[in-house]
């Protein structure tokens, strides 16, 4: 038995040997790995601070950088994308030059529609002159017909002009008005040609001149005829008086 106990208690002395030497080998204060707030050392001051890594830097295109990268290609899609697009755009502008084409077409026509409704109705004769156009343009119809028929077996000049020239006496004289507004309209056109102008004003001034000698003429042959008449008259008298 006390060979027992003396095992038992030399069992128990080894146990708290060993309980503490393990404990001396544990620090009583806990050690930072950051410096305190006095001037000691941190206990891992030789140790290389760790630095964070860095994302790489792509090279910039266009700024020269760029060692050995080649150029991005564009794919066959983008080629195609492309393509149509430049077609789009080929296909609205065709369109809408046509669109604007047919706009200006259809104005330019209902501007001349517009002036040829306002030029004739400018042509028809003030109803305070009292002026008829239907039945007087019928009449100047018929006399140009007339002058036609009388001288369709004459020369080709006479069968030219003489319808023209009687048609024109009958305008002057069953619708006056009417002429002359006709009349300036196509001084008015032209006007915008300088020779046809001076040739205009040359067989106006001819005509004038023929009208004034023939109506000259015709009052002077009046006068004769009147003389001769008067003398007739008074040597019928005469004889007839020496008969008595």
Request: proline share 8%; net charge positive.
């Given at each position: 038995m006390a060979r027992a106990r003396v095992l038992h208690h030399s069992r128990a002395l080894a146990a708290t040997a060993v309980a503490g030497s393990v404990a001396s080998l544990y620090p009583r204060q806990t050690a930072w790995a950051e410096s305190p707030a006095d001037d000691r050392k941190p206990i891992y001051s030789d140790a290389v601070p760790f630095a964070s890594p860095k994302a790489p830097t792509l090279p910039l295109p266009g700024n020269?950088?760029?060692?050995?990268?080649?150029?991005?290609?564009?794919?066959?899609?983008?080629?195609?994308?492309?393509?149509?697009?430049h077609g789009r755009l080929a296909l609205y502008e065709l369109s809408l030059s046509t669109e604007n084409a047919f706009n200006r077409g259809l104005s330019y026509a209902f501007k001349k529609e517009t002036q040829l409704a306002d030029?004739?109705?400018?042509?028809?004769?003030?109803?305070s002159t009292g002026e008829q156009l239907l039945p007087g343009g019928i009449y100047v119809l018929v006399a140009t017909l007339a002058g036609s028929i009388v001288s369709?077996?004459?020369?080709?000049?006479l069968r030219a002009t003489f319808p023209l020239g009687v048609g024109i006496a009958?305008?002057?004289?069953?619708?006056?008005?009417?002429?002359?507004?006709?009349?300036?309209?196509?001084?008015?056109?032209?006007?915008?040609?300088?020779?046809l102008a001076d040739t205009h004003l040359q067989i106006r001034?001819?005509?004038?001149?023929?009208?004034?000698?023939?109506?000259?003429?015709?009052?002077?042959?009046?006068?004769?005829v009147d003389s001769a008449t008067d003398q007739a008259r008074g040597a019928v008298e005469g004889w007839v008086e020496k008969g008595k």
């Open positions: 020269g950088s760029t060692h050995n990268s080649e150029p991005s290609r564009p794919t066959p899609t983008d080629l195609l994308a492309a393509q149509i697009k030029t004739i109705a400018s042509l028809a004769p003030a109803p369709r077996n004459r020369g080709i000049l009958a305008g002057w004289a069953l619708i006056p008005v009417t002429m002359r507004n006709v009349g300036d309209l196509i001084w008015e056109y032209e006007k915008r040609v300088p020779a001034s001819f005509g004038e001149d023929a009208w004034h000698r023939v109506r000259e003429g015709g009052a002077v042959a009046v006068k004769r």
